[in-house]
Each structure stands twice: as C-alpha cells, then as structure tokens.
C-alpha cells in the first residue's frame, strides 16, 4: 500500500484529462463492448456511468439507450468528454461534476449502473457502491470494471505500491475475492465476473512524464 495519503483525484486527473481522451487504453473497444454487453442495455433505458473520465464508457452505451448520464469529480476530464461527444455527434450523454460517494440522483433512477477503471480512487468505495445500488432500480444492472489483485498479500502490496507510483490519487485494488465480498455487501445479486488480462510495460508505472 502507498506510504502516503493517496492525492486528491482532481489534482491529478486534471493535468492528465486530454490523454485519457486520446489513450488507446482506454478507448479500447474491445474491452468496452464487453462491458457494454455485461449491461444487457436496450433501448429505452437510461445508464449511469461513474467516474466516466473522457466519457468512453458512456460513449459505448450511448448507441444502445435511450441516455446515459456521465458523472466525474475531475471538471477537465469533463471538458474532454464534453469535447469528444461534439467530435463524435453524440447527442443522448450528458456529463456533470460529481462525487461517487455521493450521487445526487434519487433513489432508483437508472437502469444501468457502470464504472470503469474508477473504483480503485475511492477512498469510502463501501460508500460509493452503496450510492451505485441505490440509484439503481429493480432488476437494474450495476457493472464495474476494475484492477484486481491476487489474494496473495505480498503481490497484491507490490502490485498497489507499483500503481500509487504512476497515479499518486490511486487508494487500493482489490482481489476478486474482495470484490466478490463487496458486492454481496451492497445486496445486489452478484451475476458474474469475467477477468481478462491487461499487459503492461513496467514503465507505465514508473513513467514520471505522467506526472
Ligand atoms: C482512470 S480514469 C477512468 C475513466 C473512464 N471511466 C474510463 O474508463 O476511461 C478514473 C476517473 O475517475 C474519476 N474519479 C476518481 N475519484 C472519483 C470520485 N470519487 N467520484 C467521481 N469520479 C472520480 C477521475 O477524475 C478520473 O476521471
């Protein structure tokens, strides 16, 4: 775990928003279409999308409902996102400045929940899947893609210490098991998890030009 209080998202997302919109990592087509289908959208449904950063996931939804809220803490990632819906004609995603740990939409107003490659900022992420279930509605679906950990506490703290490096706002990835135990805390019906692997170079991690 990072030896230091993790940095305020905002702090860091802020300098890095017009790389998130270009990064080929995260307008990764494929991986998002599997998310997309997790989903199961159609479409007169409306989605969520937590922590959208450059709005990729939101902008993978959009085609299948009807509209799709967008919500960051980072206000220049917004701007990317906002930016890039312009670029791509798309109409049905709005985008607003919010904190996971507290959504200001009432109680069961989506659909679909989803949160992509966000999870491991949170600082209360009990908190922030609470608030995921409670804007959802009966039979909604909430899907979370994030970094996982093996249950191995050795690997799991180098692998957590390798990300704090390349994002100091990084605060813990969690093992499936962990995720597993997280999600049945929430109440909701835990359906499935599908791992895949993402290969990176150790530079990605130790690169201060992300800094
Ligand atoms: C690695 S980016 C991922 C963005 C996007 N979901 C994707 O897959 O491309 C993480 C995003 O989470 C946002 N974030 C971090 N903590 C947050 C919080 N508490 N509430 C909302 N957004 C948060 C950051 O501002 C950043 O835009």
Redesign the pocket.
């Known amino acids: 775990m990072p030896d230091r209080p993790p940095a305020r998202?905002?702090e860091v997302?802020s300098c890095r928003a017009a790389r998130?919109a270009t990064s080929k990592v995260?307008d990764d087509r494929m991986t998002l279409s599997w998310l997309v289908d997790a989903a199961a959208p159609s479409a007169e449904e409306i989605a969520l999308?937590?922590?959208?950063?450059?709005g990729?996931?939101a902008f993978a939804l959009a085609p299948r409902v009807r509209a799709v809220e967008a919500?960051?803490?980072?206000e220049e990632?917004l701007e990317e996102a906002r930016k890039l819906a312009r670029k791509r004609g798309i109409r049905n995603v709005r985008f607003s400045l919010?904190?996971?740990?507290s959504l200001p939409f009432g109680d069961r107003s989506f659909d679909i929940v989803t949160?992509?490659?966000?999870a491991h900022?949170?600082?209360d992420l009990e908190r922030?899947l609470a608030e995921m279930a409670r804007v959802l509605r009966l039979g909604g679906r909430l899907v979370i893609?994030d970094r996982s950990v093996p249950d191995d506490e050795d690997t799991a703290a180098l692998i957590n210490r390798l990300d704090a490096i390349h994002d100091p706002?990084h605060v813990k990835d969690r093992s499936p098991c962990e995720w597993s135990s997280l999600i049945q805390g929430t109440g909701l019906e835990l359906l499935g998890m599908r791992p895949y692997r993402r290969r990176m170079p150790l530079s990605h991690f130790t690169d201060m030009t992300w800094r």
């Open positions: 998202p905002e997302f998130y995260h999308d937590v922590g959208t950063g450059a990729h996931t919500v960051d803490l980072t990632m919010a904190d996971a740990m949160c992509r490659r966000a900022h949170f600082t922030a893609d706002s």
